[in-house]
Every structure is written in C-alpha cells, then in structure tokens.
C-alpha cells in the first residue's frame, strides 16, 4: 500500500501508458518489483508468482552472470581484482559485496558491468513469453532507479518497510554488525523517494499476512492495468 493508506496509480491520476519504450508484445504487462535491501521483495515477487505471474529475479541472473566462465565473470574480477577469487576460482560474492557496499564508485563500476547483461537475459525471458505464457511479467531487481531501468517498465512497484525492521533482517539474515547493516542500507536510494515515484508500494512492516493482503490488492491493480497499456 501507500503510506497514506491505498494503493492509487503515482501522482493519484491514471497510470502510466506507452511503457516500455522498447516492450515485449503488447498482451505483456512488465513490472518492475524493487526496493531497499531486506524489506520483503522477494516475498511480495512469491505472492505475484502464485497470483500468476512470470517472474525473474534480477539478483539470480546476477549471481549466475558472475559464475565461472558466465558472462559476467572475466570483467568483474578485471574490475575488482582477484582479491574477489576464491582458491576454487570462484568469485566470493561477500568480498565483493564487502567492496561495493562501501564505495559508490565500485558500486556504479558493477552495476556498468552486470546491468546489460542482465537486460539481455530478461529480454530473452521476455521473447520466450511472446508465444503465450503469463500476461503479467514481473522483474524483481533491487536497483531500477538507481541503474534508470525503471523506465523500461509499465508499472512499478516499491516494497519498503521500517528501517528499524530492514536492519533486524539483515542482522539475522546475513550475520551482519548492526552498523554494516545500517550502512548498506542507508547505501541504497532513499525509500521515501522511490515510493514516491512507483506506481503502488506495499509495506511489509506488519508481517506477513498483511503483506499478503497488500500484494493481493495490488495484483488486482496490475489485472486491471493490463487493458490501459
């Protein structure tokens, strides 16, 4: 939902339409799911999943991209050094993840590095849907506005929660210091901004059913939303 309680079209007038400027057959509605770290994408991204939805992980075709001999292996460990290779010649997602977190820089240098490849899969995901499938394509990526991938989308949908909640979850989830969780949070775009310019957010704060009932109406949105792009 909005933090004002509903889940309007942005700026309260009717959604966008002529998004993306380089779509996939028209039938195709393409979402973009996104947010900070830890608020509950990938929770919402299940939800969208079992309403219907084909959904691609943004964050899987990057860990895969950085595989041994994949694509994006050889200019990420030219970029970061082989300070990130493990004995096994595997790329060590923490060290780098140690890296990127920490600077801007490297964080942009990654991001030139792993977003177009990351569009050529999702854009083959698309072709494949071209012959039928799922109505509703849903991309859940961390980083459409600050890599502009957004405007690639029809819709796009923001997750968030409170701050005090995305640093107990990455504590526990990922083992980190208070202050290291802290820190990649406040790393990432401004959660009041991106809500500000999505077509619906959804605030996991309240648990998971609620987040279940949010995603739901949502959906309902997006169903609708099909017959306006």
Known sequence: MKPDGGVPPRRGSAPRSGKPTAAARPSVLRVGLTGGIATGKSTVARHFDNFGAAVLDADVVAHRLI???AAGYAPVVAAFGRGIVRDDGS?????????VFADAEAR???ETILHPLIQVEEDAFVARLASG???????????????????????VVVVYCEESIQIARLVDRDHLSKEDATARIRAQMPTSEKVRQADYAID???GLEATE???HEVWRHLEADMGKI
Do not use: C, H
């Open 67 to 69: 595989e041994s001999n």
């Open 91 to 99: 790329i060590d997602r923490k060290a780098l993840g140690r890296i």
């Open 108 to 110: 942009k240098r990654l």
């Open 133 to 155: 499938g799922p109505r509703i394509l849903v991309i859940n990526a961390a980083l459409l506005f600050e890599a502009g991938t957004w405007k690639n989308y029809n819709r």
């Open 204 to 206: 996991t704060t309240d």
């Open 213 to 215: 009932d949010q995603a």
